[in-house]
């Protein structure tokens, strides 16, 4: 059964840090990842899709990375600004129709 | 264009109540999946939906239904509500289901049972 773990579960960090979120998931038989950010009683907005034979994949100051082999993922936020702040979920999808497969999710918090 | 759409986004109900919750995705999309949010147990998998017809479904109790029509608006029902039914809803939306795309997330139902 499929497991995805985020660490850590909360970060605090001054605006203008350079910072690294993990995602690691314990079947690597996987179809892709996806990063989402949830601000408090909201949706999820869609950051980054990574397919399984991809490596990396950037959208502005986001770059989020996949190394199926390893079962990890990582989400890097370049230079924090307070309004970043919210928690990012991995999700992983399992099959070529199968479902979301979601970790907890990483709270973080840019302190001007 | 128009995201997925949620209503209603707050819900109050007694207990032993039933409740149908709406979605209406993106404008194309002929997947629905449904997911529930509780600070407990994160996001879990409810079902998914393609083409009126139920494709996929999570470990929760039958109290839990769906249906999609034919313009690909999904609802989602529960029966005989219990205080541990209390959580976000969230629906998510996909062009046809296949891995190759992302899931585009409405804003969610609240649901709050007393």
């Known amino acids: 059964k499929q497991e995805v773990t985020q660490i850590p579960a909360a970060l605090s960090v001054p605006e203008g840090e350079n910072l690294v979120l993990n995602c690691s998931f314990t079947?690597?038989?996987?179809?892709?990842l996806q990063w989402f950010r949830q601000d408090p009683g909201k949706g999820l907005t869609s950051l980054l899709l990574i397919q399984s034979s991809q490596r990396e994949q950037t959208s502005g100051r986001l770059n989020a990375s996949l190394d199926k082999s390893s079962g990890r993922s990582t989400l890097y936020i370049a230079a924090s600004q307070p309004g970043d702040s919210a928690t990012y979920l991995c999700a992983v999808r399992g099959g070529s129709q199968g479902n979301l497969i979601f970790g907890k999710g990483t709270k973080l918090s840019v302190k001007p | 264009k128009a995201g997925v759409t949620q209503t209603p986004r707050y819900l109050i109900k007694t207990r032993g109540q039933q409740v149908t919750l709406s979605c209406s995705p993106i404008?194309?999309?002929?997947?629905v999946s449904w997911y529930q949010q509780t600070p407990g147990q994160g996001l879990q998998f409810l079902f998914e939906y393609f083409s009126e017809t139920q494709r996929n479904k999570g470990n929760f109790p039958g109290r839990f239904s769906g249906r999609q029509f034919s313009n690909s608006r999904s609802e989602m029902n529960v029966s005989t509500l219990e205080l541990g039914d209390s959580a976000l809803y969230l629906c998510?939306?996909?062009?046809?289901?296949?891995?190759?795309?992302?899931?585009?997330f409405g804003s969610g139902t609240r649901l709050t049972v007393v």
């Open positions: 404008s194309g999309h002929r997947s």
């Open positions: 998510a939306s996909n062009i046809d289901g296949w891995a190759e795309y992302g899931y585009t």
């Open positions: 079947d690597s038989a996987i179809y892709n």
